[in-house]
């Protein structure tokens, strides 16, 4: 299999106690090799941070907050293990979770988890890969039908059903973006008042709880060369609520070649969804349906709360930046994605 080349040396300022992660290692795994650790680090992502840890022949992925304060509840580092510690078991494309540090080592919670390979699809195609429309529909038709087989576990039958309270989620979900927003709102951001106002009038009443993701996106996932999926990352939001707020999400990311250009590259290069082959989001939304039994008449609301929530997550970011938490040049426009993102909620709205 071709492998991206996906880690990085250490930003600078991103550093970690190399010599205390080693320690906390070998007092956690036993039998580890005897070199040195190594450390390298993932470079997508916008929030949490993720490094490849490597010592001979074994390897694992750090994960740990961002730098600086964090909004409250976010980043919740042992949430997220106990989760992975949950799913694994029953959806294997959830990678194993071999250790917890509540922060006494690095001044912040992190874990450590299995390191999987394979090819990751960004805005580009890897090396090795012939692009072409063929295989675009392959990733599409796959990103599907593991959505769909994710929402088909039954959480009760898992840990999960101890973590959480999917009764009353739409509204709880709804109200609480609202908040966060408000909370990290900038003077260069709009106030988005009409969408908000929408938003509320048209909460679904849905009694359907299933596991979701609710970061589901192409580059969150690892392929093969033949598109099958061989993990699946970046299980921070995930919870038991309504299986359409995931599916939501899962579009709000799907961007296609009719979109804005504004929207295409909001976080930089346009995805690879832009190109032919790749399922609009009308197809996608068409086989979860298909392959789900799920009634979608009521999607739009859906996929307007995501667009809304997306721009909550990044002025999230962006209100960090602006306050000096972080100086990391990615973030420093991203107020014009968040009111574009806005623009784009109120007209899926139809406002």
Not at 40 to 52: D, I, K, M, P, V
Not at 218 to 232: I, K, R, S, T, W
């Amino acid at each position: 299999m071709a492998y991206t080349v996906d880690t990085q040396r250490v930003r600078k300022g991103e550093e970690i106690d190399e010599q205390g992660i080693e320690s906390f290692l070998r007092e956690k795994l036993p039998n580890l090799p005897d070199e040195k650790l190594e450390v390298r680090q993932f470079g997508a992502g916008h929030s949490n941070l993720t490094y490849e840890l490597t010592i001979g022949g074994w390897e694992a992925v750090l994960r740990r907050p961002p730098m600086g304060p964090v909004a409250p509840k976010a980043h919740d580092m042992e949430r997220e293990y106990l989760v992975l510690q949950a799913l694994h078991p029953v959806f294997p494309l959830a990678p194993k979770p071999l250790a917890f540090e509540s922060g006494n080592l690095l001044g912040r919670p992190f874990f450590v988890m299995e390191r999987r390979h394979g090819l990751v699809f960004d805005t580009e195609f890897p090396k090795g890969i012939r692009p072409n429309p063929e295989f675009g529909r392959k990733l599409s038709e796959t990103m599907v039908d593991r959505l769909v087989e994710l929402h088909s576990i039954d959480y009760k039958a898992t840990k999960l059903k101890e973590m959480v309270k999917p009764d009353g989620f739409m509204e709880r979900q709804i109200h609480g973006w609202i908040k966060r927003y408000e909370k990290a709102r900038t003077d260069d951001v709009v106030s988005g008042e009409r969408l908000k106002k929408w938003l509320v009038a048209h909460i679904p009443d849905s009694n359907e709880a299933s596991i979701i993701h609710y970061d589901y996106k192409l580059n969150n996932a690892l392929f093969d060369e033949e598109a099958n999926m061989v993990g699946l990352f970046d299980w921070e939001m995930t919870t038991v609520g309504d299986p359409l707020a995931d599916l939501g999400a899962a579009m709000s990311y799907w961007i296609e070649a009719e979109d804005p250009e504004l929207l295409k590259t909001g976080l930089g290069k346009s995805p690879l969804t832009v190109n032919e082959g790749f399922y609009t989001r009308d197809e996608f939304m068409t086989r979860y349906a298909e392959k789900s039994g799920r009634d979608l008449s009521n999607i739009n609301v859906y996929v307007t709360f995501a667009y809304f929530k997306l721009a909550g997550i990044i002025q999230q970011i962006y209100s960090r930046y602006r306050k000096g938490q972080t100086d990391d040049p990615r973030f420093s426009r991203m107020n014009i994605f968040v009111n574009n993102l806005i623009k784009h909620a109120e007209e899926t709205a139809g406002l």
